[in-house]
């Protein structure tokens, strides 16, 4: 059972090709991470696999336990169980915290049938006490004159209430201080789980003190050119992306 | 009790026929309509209707919910009352505007269609001036404050039925109120006309709230006049909802005659089909020190089309006004059509004064980002849509009157996504 990218190549609409051949299987009960330097196309290949429209998969498959999810649209990708937290993520004038993420379990019910409200608020509390949130994050628009820490903590309440089975956490330490950060990485330990494979993409060791990975890749150019333990970040963290100029020249 | 009107009110009804009869019909080249389908006006072959049966009478009224907690209730079926409900405190007249003229004659008389109606449709109110036959009349005195809202529902029952629904509100001295309008058809199917006028007063250091729900079936076309007057440190809200009718004139007047006055101009439009809603507005800053705030939101889907003319006129001698005009159009299809003309006109000094449109649609990375917890789609873009009109209905701040306002909205975003007609 694994989220399982199979030399997956993909391109932007004007043909520009920005995966060249991913591949990559991550486990249930398994948390990877990729780093890697800007513009290796790290953002890309979570969009990719969330299903975005502005890029075209001219090669490879994504597969979760077993299916493939090609044909799938962006939310039929998300009911079927991937996550993606985003980097940036939307605001949404005019709909409140608490409204939007009860759409987005209700889109997971059949057709007919209600979530339970006092159920429902009892659980996106507890959810926000983790994370150290203010209640009045439920009736605030969502993401709407949030600050960064804020937004990103409001990434891991979805994705704690959306319980998925592959999270793809795009940058999200980006633009945190280390209070937030360690709050953060709180919510997304607390999702560990043997049912669930985790996939964290950053540009700082910093994050892996707080969120161990079970293995680190290093993405450069469109491909995972590295693969390793923990023990890779601190390498890149000391030594940097040097290495991906020396075989590039050897 | 005599029944007979005022003199004063037959004598101006007369001279309003002969005004509605010598007042030529806006034609091509009129500033006031422009944009406008001047189609939409030939109204020949509407009559005023029928008195309802009793057995729609009781469907009406069955019909006719709202909010649970009303201080009062008044159903009107062409302008017939069919129905009411009060729980009006000491202080306070609210009475059909039938039963006004005949009790309180000298009050309706002094508030009667006082402002010049000049927007475009004085011919049109002319015509309701000739007409007008019911209605409601609020009048409260000073320091009464009416906890709930009083609750109104206009029906058109029958084919081709003219109504003319009068509202009229005047709050006394440091005073509080809130109006809530419900413009309804009996039916999906039959064509019919109303042309509304409503005139607030809102004494001195009053509040006065107004809600117009505007849910006429899509073969019924509507004028509706809103006249407003603030006297010093009063405060005025105007909130009118249009997802019905074929057609709909709003002319939103708002006249600032005291300093320390306010007045907010809200709206929502959410036109589909072929809906066409026409929108003009005058922010007239008559007094030093006044404030008016105008937000009207449209969200057009399929083939609709809107147009908003806005004025912020500031007066000779308004000095120190502050005043706002905003309109936001979201194009929810490529076929739509809004129009757009916000205008200003300053006679005074130290005047802050903004205004501007601006037409969107919503963003590709917007819909991904709810796509991608979930949500289908058509979903999306509605959740979006609804959350664009909502930033003005939690203007009205009063939650049970948001609620009323969103169920019209639901119904109509519930109506686009069936596809219904």
Redesign the interface.
Known sequence: MSLHIQNLHATLEDGTEILKGVTLEIPKGEVHAIMGPNGSGKSTLSKVI?????YVVTGGAVTIDEEDIAEM???ER??AGI??A?QY??E????SNAN??R??LQ??LPKGEEIDAVAYYKSLYAKMDILEMDRKFTGR?VNEGFSGGEKKRNEIL?MMM?EPKYCILDETDSGLDIDALKIVAKGVNAMRSPDRGMLLITHYQRLLDYIKPDHVHVMAEGRIVRSGGPELALELEKDGYEFLKEAALA | MTTTLPNWFTARQEAAQKRYEATPAPKRGDETWRFSNLKQLDFAGFVRGADVSSANTADIVARSTGIEKTAAKFVFANDTLIHSETNIPAGVIALPLSEALVSHPELVEKHFMRQETRLGSAKFAAWHEAMVSNGLFVHTGDNVEIEDPIEVHHWISGQNTVIFPHTLVVTGTSSKVRVIDIFRSSDDITPGLAIAFNDLCAGKNSQLDYVAVQALNEVTRIIQIHETATARDASAKGFILNTGASWARNECLSRLEGPGSRSDMLSVSIPAREQEYDQRTFQHHVSEGAYSDLLFKNSLYDNSKTIFSGLIFVDEGAHHTDAYQTCRNLMMSDTCEANSMPGLEINADQVKCSHGSTSSQI????I??????????V??RQ??A??????VV?RLAHEATEELVLRFVDDKFAHIAGGGA
Not at chain 1, 92 to 95: E, I, Q, R, T
Not at chain 2, 368 to 377: H, N, Q, S, T
Not at chain 2, 386 to 391: C, D, I, L, N
């Open positions: 969330a299903g975005h429209e502005g649209s962006i939310d998300s009911r996550f993606l985003f993520p939307s949404v004038p005019g709909v939007f993420i759409a987005a889109a997971r628009a979805q959306l | 963003h590709d990375d917007e991904f980002y709810l796509r991608a917890r979930g949500i289908d789609p979903r999306a959740l979006i609804r959350g664009f009109s909502v930033e939690e």
